[in-house]
């Protein structure tokens, strides 16, 4: 008695585990009939003869077996078969050859059967919710979700959703400046779900161009409603971004309904993304105009497209270039990503002055792969050179200080011949 008591207990936590992890009454009645089967087919070599019912509501089951009635010198198989006298205390009106059904109390199987039922539903249980966890975020990749944090650890940060369900925050996914302790609240968007040898695994990111897009759409209610569209996002987290927005509506004005009265709707995306400078412009299917803005605040003088090899030329005054490019080349790489273009800025040859010199005529006091350097940055001649900040160039060039120092005395030195000459 003890033994059923303990087996329709079982039942009881199962039935409470169920509304913990969400599995619904009809799979976990199926899970409860196939464990009892299981375990039946292995101590017996089948379970095709018996029946298994659940009772959800009482929180109890029943196992019922049919036997053939054998005569009583002929018994082979007391699981399959029962003699007539056996069977006759159950129906005393049976005959050799009729079926007889009888109760089973899966009690008296023993305690090694109550193990091994127990083992088996933990295991399909454990099958379930992997299989349940797995198609839960399969269906939300690209949306944000807020976890708390659980674990710190060096590669990545292990949180929990509000189930308690395991969620991974790679380093790699992380922007450069997030800091977390055990217990905040971190909000990510679900980037891709893994599943390896039915063990899913749900990758989050803050890094993703897609978290920035989501953000957008929380605080805009235009892009919610669709009267706004996010064309294109170029983003290096952390740092800076740009978004190319375009309006359905000519009453509406894209870049100011995203920016908000005084910043208010986009101060909140730059302090979630620790404080990430966001460039917002107006889309547009005209590259050249496209390019143009996306090199904003620089203003260039004239721009020649290469479509076919996604390449542009830009030229902008001297004053200009060191804003196209952007402190570190931050501003023009994220132009070249956000237009899928390779731009070139070049300073625009009527503005040289005509004392100055190109950083060619160089080439015998400073080695080429010099001055292909400097060139990169945007400066032509030497003036372009000397009339940058000394901090600034080494910054942008990463050439070594010393080697900075020589080639600023070389340049200064043939200003200063010309001059006493």
């Known amino acids: 008695m003890a033994k059923k008591e303990e087996t329709v207990s079982m039942i009881d936590t199962l039935a409470e585990f169920k509304e913990l992890k969400n599995i619904d009454k009809d799979t976990m009645i199926s899970v409860l009939e ?9 101590m017996f070599g089948t379970d095709e003869n018996y ?3 659940i009772n959800p509501e009482k929180g109890d089951f029943e196992i019922w077996r049919n036997r053939v009635v054998v005569a009583d010198d002929q018994l082979e198989d007391s699981n399959l078969q029962l003699t007539l006298t056996q069977a006759r205390e159950i129906d005393p009106d049976c005959e050799v050859g009729e ?10 199987f023993g305690r090694r059967a109550i193990l091994n039922l127990r083992q088996t539903l933990a295991s399909k249980i454990l099958e379930l ?16 979700i807020a976890a708390d944090v659980y674990q710190v650890w060096k590669k990545e940060i292990l949180l929990l959703d509000d189930e308690g369900n395991e969620l991974l925050l790679p380093k790699s996914e992380q922007i450069p400046t997030d800091f977390y302790r055990k217990g905040e609240t971190v909000r990510a968007i679900v980037q891709r779900v893994e599943n390896i040898n039915n063990n899913p695994k749900i990758i989050l990111s803050r890094t993703d161009k897609v978290f920035l897009q989501r953000l957008f759409e929380l605080e805009v209610p235009e892009i919610n409603d669709g009267l706004i569209t996010i064309k294109a996002i170029a983003r290096i987290p952390g740092e800076r971004a740009k978004v190319a ?11 100011g309904a995203c920016v908000g009265m005084k910043g208010s709707r986009i101060h909140g995306i730059v302090r979630e993304l620790r404080n990430e400078n966001i460039d917002v412009i107006n889309y547009t299917s005209n590259i050249s105009l496209f390019i143009q803005r996306s090199l904003s605040p620089a ?14 030329e830009v030229s902008l005054r001297p004053e200009e270039v060191s804003l196209a490019i952007g402190k570190g080349g931050l501003n023009i790489k994220l ?22 010199i190109y950083l060619d005529e160089f080439s015998d006091e400073i080695d080429s792969w010099v001055l292909d350097i400097l060139k990169n940055t945007g400066c032509n001649t030497a003036k372009n050179v000397l009339t940058m900040d000394r901090a600034e160039l080494i910054e942008r060039t990463d050439l070594e200080e010393s080697t900075i120092d020589e ?10 011949d010309e001059e006493n000459a």
Do not use: W
């Open 34 to 42: 196939e464990s009892f089967r299981n375990v039946i087919a292995k």
């Open 51 to 53: 029946d298994v019912i």
């Open 407 to 416: 080639v600023l005395a070389v340049l200064a030195a043939e200003f200063e």
């Open 335 to 356: 132009a070249c990503m956000l237009t899928e273009y390779t731009i070139d800025v070049f300073r625009d040859i009527d503005s040289v002055d005509e004392e100055d």
């Open 245 to 255: 927005v375009e309006s359905y509506d000519d009453r509406i004005d894209p870049v």
């Open 299 to 312: 203003k260039i003088t004239s721009i020649r497209v290469n479509e076919e090899e996604h390449k542009a």
């Open 129 to 144: 919710q992997k299989d349940s966890l797995f198609a839960k975020y399969k269906d939300r990749i690209g949306t944000i």
């Open 99 to 108: 079926e007889v059904t009888d109760e089973v109390h899966f009690a008296k």
